[in-house]
């Protein structure tokens, strides 16, 4: 089947819950067993609940893989990942990746005896030279956040495959619809549902996919004993988002194309980041491994912290936001929002200017983002 009929119908059978059309929404702590240990497939909400198994179906069938995870954030995701490694294990991540990623591998697995290296991994010959003979991971995020990097997911597979390590790739950008990581060689992919998946800015959920089932039983494993698990309306949310994922992504892609366009032409923006540009160091990488590029865009203004904040304060169709990925645009200054928990040198280092402003295109009208968009321009 087709993306858009699997993301519709896949892990979710009506004719098992009296021919409903949506999956009922289960909210159960508990499950009555017959005799002790015998029960009907459930037996307590943090291992199991009916709604979290539809929406985990949904998951790994338009992600290709064999097993799906939710959890109750995407860095729950990521600490249930990590969770895969060992004291004194070592893992290559891409420089770019988003703040709460880098504060959760810096800030506290380094204190646990993992140790870290951050490279650029858009140029592959980075990540080759820095596995070491304790590299077990490579956790890469492409296109990344903010700066819109693309990593060759390919390429880098095989190189970590090589050195013994597995690939885990944050496909919260691109989301399912736009790239499918695991069919380019990856072995875990992660989401933070609360974007595109679940595209409504109104649940907090997170994710992993595998196309391997000796991983996939280590992950259920440490799913269950860390117990970061959604709840089940939040499941149903998830669920729900990811049967109009196709034609949201469409939409978005439209109105960022637009975008792009008035910023180009705009004489107060020094710099457009947008993966379709042919100027974009790895525009070919991304129409390579990419259905589309994405609605997300990054654009620098010649100026300090202070003259970001005035461009993206009071707006009237964007909303000022720190996430992606739903129907309504939102806009943010990293320098002072998302990205803040990173040293001002380290941002410098990466290329993260503090005038930089990350734009999640939504589903409005494009007339609409422009306009507003013009006004917080002349605004500094």
């Not at 492409?142 to 880098?156: F, G, R, V, W």
Request: hydrophobic share 40%; proline share 4%.
């Amino acid at each position: 089947m087709n993306f858009d009929t699997r993301a519709i119908h896949a892990g979710y059978d009506p004719e098992k819950h009296f021919g409903a059309v949506n999956p009922p929404v289960f909210m159960s702590s508990t499950f009555a067993q017959s005799a002790p240990g015998k029960h009907q497939g459930y037996e307590y909400a943090r291992s199991g609940n009916p709604t979290r198994a539809a929406l985990e179906g949904v998951l790994a069938s338009v992600e290709g893989g064999v097993k799906g995870f939710a959890f109750s954030s995407g860095l729950g995701a990521t600490d249930t990942v990590m969770k895969l490694l060992n004291a004194g294990d070592h893992v290559v991540v891409a420089d770019d990746v988003y703040g709460g990623t880098f504060r959760l591998f810096d800030k506290t697995y380094r204190r646990f005896g993992l140790d870290f290296t951050f490279v650029d991994t858009t140029v592959v010959a980075n990540a080759d030279k820095a596995f070491t003979a304790k590299t077990k991971m490579l956790f890469i995020e492409t296109p990344s956040n903010p700066l819109l990097k693309i990593a060759d997911i390919t390429a880098l597979c095989e190189i970590a495959h090589k050195k013994g390590a597995i690939v885990v790739v944050d496909n919260t950008f691109a989301s399912p619809y736009l790239q499918r990581p695991l069919e380019l060689g990856a072995d875990i992919v992660l989401h933070s549902c609360t974007k595109y998946l679940g595209g409504h800015s109104d649940v907090v959920a997170g994710a992993l996919v595998t196309r391997h089932n000796n991983l996939a039983e280590k992950i259920s494993f440490n799913q269950n004993a860390s117990g970061a698990v959604p709840g089940p309306m939040d499941c149903y949310l998830v669920h729900r988002g990811i049967k109009t994922l196709g034609v949201r992504m469409e939409r978005a892609c439209d109105n960022a194309e637009k975008i792009v366009t008035f910023l180009l032409e705009h004489k107060r923006v020094a710099k457009v980041i947008y993966p379709a540009l042919h100027e974009h160091v790895n525009h070919p990488i991304a129409r390579r491994q990419m259905k589309r590029f994405g609605a997300m865009i990054g654009f620098e203004i010649k100026g300090s912290v202070a003259d970001g904040v005035k461009v993206v304060s009071g707006r009237k169709v964007w909303t000022l936001g720190e996430s992606l990925g739903g129907v309504e645009s939102l806009l943010e200054h990293p320098a002072s929002m998302t990205h803040a928990s990173i040293p001002a040198d380290v941002r410098r280092k990466i290329g993260l200017t503090d005038g930089l402003i990350r734009l999640s295109v939504g589903i409005e009208s494009a007339d609409d983002l422009i306009a507003d968009l013009n006004e917080g321009l002349a605004a500094y």
